[in-house]
């Protein structure tokens, strides 16, 4: 019973560290390529990846940086200012958010056969 308990523990807690790289971690990153590489882009490139790091920021539950950059990439349509205040804001409400918490040593001494 215990390690079937300790199982579901590790799957657990594997599956909400793929669901934060898989969103967060990827939004952030390509959020970070966008705006370095803003210069180079076409503003319908800045409106597509833009659109694309909310739906990433609205799966993992942050609806505000979600909104923030859906209101970024349809402003980056008619002002850069305006974009760049609502990519501001967005980068740093989804720095507020916290990253799962990891196993303690203790935790992480499973044996699973």
Excluded: H, W
Aim: aromatic share 6%.
């Amino acid at each position: 019973m215990t390690l079937e308990l300790s199982r579901q523990k590790m799957r657990e807690q594997a599956l909400n560290q793929f669901k934060y790289l898989r969103t967060c971690v990827l939004a952030r990153e390509l959020c970070l390529l966008v705006r370095a590489n803003r210069v180079t882009f076409d503003i319908k490139d800045v409106n597509n990846s833009c659109a694309f790091v909310a739906k990433l920021c609205r799966e993992a539950g942050c609806e505000e940086p979600s909104a923030l950059c859906s209101k970024a990439a349809k402003a980056v349509l008619t002002s850069e200012e305006k974009y760049l205040e609502l990519c501001e804001q967005s980068c740093g409400k989804c720095s507020e958010s916290r990253r799962p918490k990891r196993p303690q040593r203790e935790e992480n001494a499973y044996y699973v056969a």
